[in-house]
């Protein structure tokens, strides 16, 4: 017998972001850090330098807050991207951390979006750190 839901996607982006959170130096040097919220195709991990981090979780903190802003060429930081990205279809957050060819969203239920940005939160110094000792 072969179970149909063998490719089951109801892990929360809390567990996920907790088994796919790394720190890395980019090919240029720069200390990034990389997680998935979700898995699956349509999706990819959210990766962008450390300095952008607390930037980043700030903005999707302010998008907890206050909603979802209207939408507007340039290039953009991670939490700017967020802001630009962000919408809300089917109970579902979605949102890019960078344009182009082969950017994927973080998809997050929106009963879970809160505690998801607490989580990033609390990983804020720890990130930092761990980048810290990436470029020494």
Same mark, same amino acid.
């Given at each position: /017998?072969? =179970?149909? $839901?063998?490719?089951?996607?109801?892990?929360?982006?809390? #567990?996920?972001?907790?088994?796919? /959170?790394? +720190?890395?130096?980019?090919?240029?040097?720069?200390?990034?850090?990389?997680? &998935?919220? =979700?898995?699956? %195709?349509?999706?990819?991990?959210?990766? /962008?330098?450390?300095? @952008? $981090? *607390?930037?980043?979780?700030? &903005?999707?903190? *302010?998008?907890?807050?206050?909603?979802?802003?209207?939408?507007? =060429?340039?290039?953009? #930081?991670?939490?700017?991207?967020?802001?630009? #990205?962000?919408?809300?279809?089917?109970?579902?957050?979605? $949102?890019?951390?960078?344009?182009?060819?082969?950017? %994927?969203? *973080?998809?997050?239920?929106?009963?879970? $979006?809160? @505690?998801?940005? @607490?989580?990033?939160?609390?990983? +804020?110094?720890? +990130?930092?750190?761990?980048?810290?000792?990436?470029?020494?």
């Amino acid at each position: /017998m072969t =179970n149909i $839901f063998t490719d089951s996607h109801d892990e929360s982006p809390i #567990t996920i972001i907790k088994q796919t /959170m790394s +720190v890395s130096l980019s090919d240029d040097g720069v200390p990034m850090v990389s997680f &998935a919220t =979700n898995r699956g %195709k349509g999706s990819g991990a959210q990766s /962008m330098p450390i300095a @952008e $981090f *607390a930037d980043y979780v700030s &903005a999707l903190e *302010a998008i907890v807050e206050s909603g979802i802003p209207e939408e507007e =060429n340039r290039t953009y #930081t991670a939490a700017e991207m967020v802001q630009r #990205t962000i919408s809300q279809t089917d109970g579902v957050i979605s $949102f890019r951390v960078r344009d182009g060819k082969g950017s %994927k969203p *973080a998809k997050i239920p929106t009963d879970s $979006f809160s @505690e998801t940005v @607490e989580l990033l939160r609390s990983t +804020v110094d720890a +990130v930092k750190s761990a980048g810290d000792s990436l470029s020494k």
